[in-house]
């Protein structure tokens, strides 16, 4: 009996089509209301793994990556539903990414698909797969906007983002030169 | 006359093609001069012993590796050596698939504790990024992956000598058919990139890789560039057999 009160007390499970209300009035400023981020400073939100946004909410809170723009937001983040908000911008459908420099981006396929054997950065594909798409372990990348890819990969790269998995990334990074990472950012923005 | 200009003018010897018998005869009188000047090989100093199943290495070895977490551990690894470990053919980075277990552990452990000396992979497989465990289980999975007879091959000259050298000189630890020794912590050498193989017996050679039988670096040490480029298109074109 009790079992079966605590299930009808439950709140239906993460509806999408009804944003968390601090996705409405915070989050959405920035990342868009659905996720979809206008400007290209802040990541695209819709359609990444709730294991990664989830995580990525968590490691704001407690200082483990650093954002003075995400700061602001804290206060707000520390009182929300973190797995609710998570899957709700999980089922987000993405917005279709674009390109906007052909020949940059046919470069970055070449570093994303294979890597680079002489300087020993790995193909991004092997963790974030062929489509760029991730999987409940790694993000996906797929549409982000290349300025943001590009903040990203050099945080890791100087050090100053330090939350990845077992600082593979930050290994990953540390071997990229800046072309190559404009580069696979313009390919990735794309996907 | 050191050891070093020793195994120069055996190598350019070699490369004159006085042959296998002049090869043996230089490969064994390098060993005299070796031991008579004390040379120590890399794999001989220090209390490490090529083929000793201890520390994680034990660990790992003892473990019951589980595939399916293998496959998931994996994932990081790909990006080099490829969706189902196949490796490349460039011989950046070798094929896995179908390697027995004992060597894929013996290597992963070796390079984690700089005994193979690996910086391109030593960020990807640290203590922070797997355990003992884990290397179980890469192993297996990687060990029960299929070989295809796609690998890289090389130019196909030699081949006679190659295959005379390969039977003289190699099939006691890796087999007729470069089946390798699981037991014995033997690679298989079968359904491997060409370009893979003459880079890590050159290696081998010149003491680079560091966690080779000692007994394998004098055997290639008196062999030139193309005897040893010769061998691993041999190796590289030896017929498929099940590793296991």
């Not at chain 2, 990024?129 to 289980?137: E, F, H, K, N, T």
Request: glycine share 8%; with cysteine.
């Amino acid at each position: 009996m009790t079992a079966l009160a605590a299930l009808v007390l439950l709140p239906p499970a993460a509806s999408a089509a009804e944003a968390p209300e601090v996705a409405k009035t915070v989050c959405a400023a920035c990342h868009g209301v659905d996720g979809n981020s206008v400007a290209p400073t802040f990541p695209k939100l819709a359609g990444l793994q709730a294991e990664y946004l989830e995580k990525q909410m968590r490691e704001f809170l407690t200082g483990k990556r650093k954002s003075e723009i995400m700061d602001a937001s804290l206060p707000a983040l520390k009182s929300a539903d973190l797995p609710a908000l998570a899957s709700y911008y999980a089922s987000q459908k993405p917005a279709a990414g674009s390109v906007s420099d052909e020949k940059l981006a046919a470069a970055g396929k070449a570093i994303f698909d294979d890597g680079n054997t002489a300087s020993g950065v790995p193909a991004c594909s092997g963790c974030h797969l062929a489509a760029a798409q991730g999987n409940e372990r790694y993000p996906r990348l797929a549409g982000q906007h290349a300025t943001y890819t590009v903040a990203q990969v050099q945080a890791f790269k100087a050090g100053t983002r330090s939350n990845d998995k077992a600082r593979v990334m930050r290994a990953v990074a540390a071997r990229m030169t800046e072309e190559e990472i404009a580069a696979v950012a313009e390919y990735i923005a794309g996907l | 006359m050191n050891p070093a200009e020793h195994c120069r003018r055996a190598r350019a010897a070699a490369r004159w093609g006085l042959g296998l018998l002049t090869a043996f005869v230089l490969h064994a009188s390098a060993l005299a001069q070796a031991a008579a000047a004390g040379e120590k090989s890399p794999d001989k100093d220090s209390d490490y012993t090529w083929d000793a199943a201890q520390g994680e290495k034990l660990q790992a070895l003892a473990a019951k590796g589980d595939a399916t977490r293998g496959e998931i551990s994996f994932e990081v690894c790909q990006g080099c050596h490829r969706r189902n470990a196949q490796g490349r053919p460039d011989g950046s980075y070798p094929r896995l698939a179908g390697q027995h277990r004992s060597v894929l552990i013996k290597q992963m452990t070796d390079v984690r504790a700089g005994r193979r000396r690996n910086d391109t992979m030593l960020p990807f497989v640290d203590r922070h990024v797997i355990g003992p465990q884990d290397i179980a289980d890469i192993a297996v999975y990687l060990s029960e992956l299929p070989v295809g007879s796609d690998n890289g091959k090389g130019p196909g000259r030699d081949q006679a000598e190659a295959e005379q050298l390969y039977r003289f000189q190699c099939v006691e630890c890796h087999g007729e058919q470069g089946q390798g020794d699981a037991a014995r912590f033997y690679p298989r050498v079968n359904g491997q990139h060409y370009r893979y193989l003459r880079r890590e017996m050159i290696a081998i050679r010149d003491g680079a890789r560091g966690n080779a039988d000692p007994k394998m670096v004098e055997i290639v040490k008196p062999l030139s560039d193309a005897q040893l480029a010769a061998l691993a298109d041999y190796m590289s074109r030896l017929p498929l057999l099940a590793p296991r």
